[in-house]
């Protein structure tokens, strides 16, 4: 790394590594795999930052590659999971499990809100990934409709009818794995 | 229009800021360096590409100057008069 590089990235870690990591949780909900986007996220930073031209602001570059990269790492869980019948998950003599990896492990959540946070989460991530990030972006992050249209690339319009979709099926899915 | 109601994501509101961990900075920098090891520079790209496009051409070049060598042989012969192509006729 060049001393000047080194710097500018440096930076910009220490400005995005809190939202990169919170994000990255709300999407992987698991410690160890929002460890481990947020690594690669500021890998990628650093490989585009001479390429970077500046259409966009660095936060919003930031944001657009987090989600590229855990709506990723997501599919290809799912895609491992869908073909786990290929090596067996139990130990042949004791039957018990090899790998015991949480599905919820969100250092954010106190231990008397993770029933409820868990359920909500679940859901979440049961709807399609557009309505999914623009409702983490607008109920996690706090951003305003026009922050995310910037951030998806969309218009401000689209962000509202994605948004009001997303609480609707949500609203459904709630509902759904309550009774 | 089908009125749904809002969903209840208040325990949402409830979640933490969580700072991240702080040996992430020396992971991200180890996987750099280990990145900008294993990547191939543009200028050893740009041999190797150039260095393919000769080879591709010098053989095309190779391949037609050859069939075009065996089109023009029994010309060539005949004009030598090497074949005697009428002597059966005669």
């Known amino acids: 790394m060049t001393k000047n590089v080194r710097d500018t990235f440096d930076d910009i870690y220490h400005a995005h590594k809190v939202l990169v990591y919170n994000l990255a949780l709300s999407y992987l909900l698991v410690a160890e795999d929002a460890q481990e986007i947020t690594q690669d996220v500021f890998v990628s930073v ?8 500046e259409q966009s602001s660095i936060t919003t570059w930031v944001y657009r590659i987090t989600i590229n990269k855990s709506l990723d790492f997501l599919k290809a ?9 290929f090596t067996s998950l139990f130990h042949p003599e004791t039957n018990e499990l090899k790998y015991d990896k949480p599905t919820f492990d969100h250092p954010g959540v106190q231990l008397e809100n993770r029933e409820a946070v868990e359920r909500i989460f679940k859901c979440i991530h049961q709807l399609p990934d557009n309505q999914k990030t623009a409702l983490l972006l607008s109920k996690i992050e706090d951003k305003t409709q026009a922050e995310i249209a ?3 690339n969309l218009s401000a319009k689209a962000v509202e009818s994605l948004i009001q979709r997303a609480k609707q099926n949500l609203s459904a899915k709630l509902s759904k794995s309550e009774g | 229009m089908k009125h749904t109601p809002e969903p209840d994501l208040t325990p949402l509101d409830r979640i933490a800021r969580v700072d991240a961990p702080p040996f992430l900075l020396t992971r991200i920098r180890q996987k750099i360096d280990e990145s900008s090891r294993t990547r191939i520079s543009p200028t050893f790209q740009w041999v190797v590409g150039i260095a393919a496009v000769l080879f591709l051409a010098l053989n095309t070049f190779a391949i037609l100057k050859v069939t075009q060598k065996t089109k023009s042989t029994p010309v ?8 005697p192509t009428s002597f059966y006729n005669e």
């Open chain 1, 150 to 152: 910037e951030i998806m």
């Open chain 1, 77 to 85: 869980k799912q895609r491992k999971k869908r073909f786990g019948f």
């Open chain 2, 76 to 83: 060539l012969a005949q004009g030598m008069n090497v074949v």
């Open chain 1, 46 to 53: 650093y490989q585009g930052l001479k390429s970077f031209k």
